[in-house]
């Protein structure tokens, strides 16, 4: 069956004041222990589901562009040898701009890596300092360029919008510099204020203050504006790629694809099941010394991924496919979605439906996650 296939390097240099994605600042030794866990967990789930065919891979973290190349090697050789793997894989990993040198992104294409994405964020230097992003402007340059010089066909960039003191003007600023530097694939997010972060700390006491409501809707619309005019497809919500560049990995996990997650805090759905790992480095490794899978769930889920296929596939511009919805969940979409509901966005203009495919109107794009709230049961 076919899959995508998770890493989360649970490693950074730093750590950003925003962010709640389970991490640890970086330490030598733990890195080593951690991949030996990492190939034990990978031969262990290649041996819980044999008929798995890994079609994309994809690093994200963390930090992955911190790992060594040999780690990074030796895992690879494990993978390879227990997974059956798509010829034409797609294989992204996800890199700081102060962790990436020529030579690494050179080693990273050696090992089979199609696709760096690079978290940049702003090219403005007193917003990246005053979210803790330790790169410069001039470090994204050169990532960039030595992506290019090294002819990766695709890569992609992640921006912010919405940060701490940001006005349109700023945001401006970095979208031209972004588009001129014309990356094949953008993520354009918000950054979002999470509970147990400084930054939410600060928030809350008044000693930073976010842009308001009114001003982040207006900086999201500004941002699609300026990539739709630079020939960016903006095909999901959050997403713009130039012909052919949408990133394969996501497009697959949100139509509703298997997804294998390997490393401390990674989520799978297989089978339809839900796995997770457990969020600590330590009680991970601990387990799979043992030979135990780090999991502290695993449970039924194929009603609750169909809903987040039905979900995430709105907020694609192609749609929720009828067909491989029903393929994959045994249940055709309309079991899932009230129907009343359904006829009133269709009359509103804002649901579009051809009996093939289910997608949001130009109208309704812009509110998918609301419209796809209403129409589940
Ligand atoms: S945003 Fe990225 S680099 Fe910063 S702490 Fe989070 S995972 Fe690490």
């Not at 994809?58 to 562009?65: E, V």
């Not at 510099?177 to 930054?199: G, M, R, W």
Request: aromatic share 10%; charged share 25%.
């Amino acid at each position: 069956m076919p899959a995508g296939l998770y890493l989360h390097y649970p490693f950074c240099p730093y750590l950003c004041n925003y962010c709640d994605y389970f991490k640890s600042l970086y330490n030598k030794s733990d890195e080593q222990t951690l991949f030996d866990s990492l190939i034990t967990e990978t031969r262990l789930v290649a041996e819980e589901f044999p008929d798995l065919k890994i079609k994309t891979i994809f690093i994200g973290g963390g930090t992955p562009s911190l790992a060594k190349i040999d780690l990074l090697a030796n895992w690879l050789e494990t993978v390879r040898e227990v997974f059956d793997i798509a010829d034409d894989i797609e294989f992204s990993i996800e890199c700081n701009p102060d962790s990436v040198s020529q030579e690494y992104l050179a080693a990273l294409k050696d090992l089979g890596v199609t696709r760096p994405n690079f978290g940049i964020q702003t090219f403005d230097p007193d917003l990246l300092r005053s979210i803790g992003r330790g790169h410069t402007p001039h470090q994204i340059q050169e990532a960039i360029y030595f992506a290019n010089v090294l002819e990766f066909k695709s890569y992609g960039v992640d921006l912010l919008f919405g940060l701490p003191r940001q006005t349109s003007a700023m945001l401006k600023k970095d979208l031209s510099q972004l588009v001129d530097l014309a990356p094949p694939h953008i993520s354009f997010y918000q950054l979002t204020l999470e509970k147990d972060t400084q930054l939410f700390a600060d928030v809350n006491s008044g000693k930073v203050v976010m842009p308001d409501d009114s001003l982040v809707s207006a900086m999201y619309q500004i941002g699609c504006d300026k990539f739709v005019s630079a020939e960016f497809e903006h095909y999901e919500i959050a997403s713009f790629a130039k012909e052919g560049q949408e990133c394969r990995h996501s497009l697959n996990y949100w139509q509703g694809d298997e997804l294998v997650g390997l490393g401390p805090s990674a989520h799978s759905y297989i089978n339809g099941r839900r796995f997770a790992n457990v969020e600590s480095i330590s009680k991970y490794i601990a387990s799979l010394r043992q030979n135990k899978m780090p999991r502290i769930l695993n449970e039924p889920a194929l009603l609750d991924r169909a809903d987040e296929t039905i979900i995430s596939s709105l907020r694609l511009r192609y749609g929720l496919n009828r067909k491989r919805f029903e393929q994959l969940f045994g249940l055709p979409v309309d079991e899932r979605i009230d129907i009343k509901e359904y006829e009133n966005l269709i009359e509103a203009g804002m649901l579009l439906d051809d009996n093939s495919r289910l997608r949001l109107s130009d109208e309704g794009f812009f509110l998918a996650d609301e419209i796809a709230l209403r129409l589940l049961k």
